[in-house]
């Protein structure tokens, strides 16, 4: 037990006092995210399918100020399936959406 917090935090201030670099966020610029959750909410005594997502920005227009307008899109799923007593449910939630920042 001892150990493994050690090391969880090691990891942890390895992380927090990394330099890092980034590029500024400008007009033209596209981005692209993709993303795997660890939890859900659907709970129960079934088999959880982790969350997964893609979402895309593109900068559109420079606003006063620092700051760049951008549109995108943002794709999600996740499912669920429970079984008991020949009783088989399975549910499969997908999500598509216009974003914007």
């Known amino acids: 037990m001892k150990k493994s917090f050690i090391l969880l935090f090691s990891l942890i ?4 006092f990394t330099e890092t670099k980034a590029q500024a966020f400008q007009k033209g610029t596209t981005t692209i995210n993709a993303g795997v959750g660890v939890g859900t909410a ?5 088999k959880v399918r982790p969350a997964i997502s893609l979402s895309a920005d593109h900068g559109i227009w420079e606003v006063g ?3 760049i307008v951008s549109l ?3 794709a999600g799923t996740t499912g669920y399936k429970y079984s008991e007593s020949g ?3 399975k549910w499969n939630y997908i999500i598509v959406g216009v ?3």
């Open 13 to 16: 201030c390895s992380i927090l």
């Open 42 to 46: 659907l709970g129960g005594y079934g």
């Open 65 to 67: 100020g620092p700051g």
């Open 72 to 74: 995108g899109g943002y």
């Open 87 to 89: 009783y088989t449910s």
């Open 99 to 101: 974003r914007g920042a």
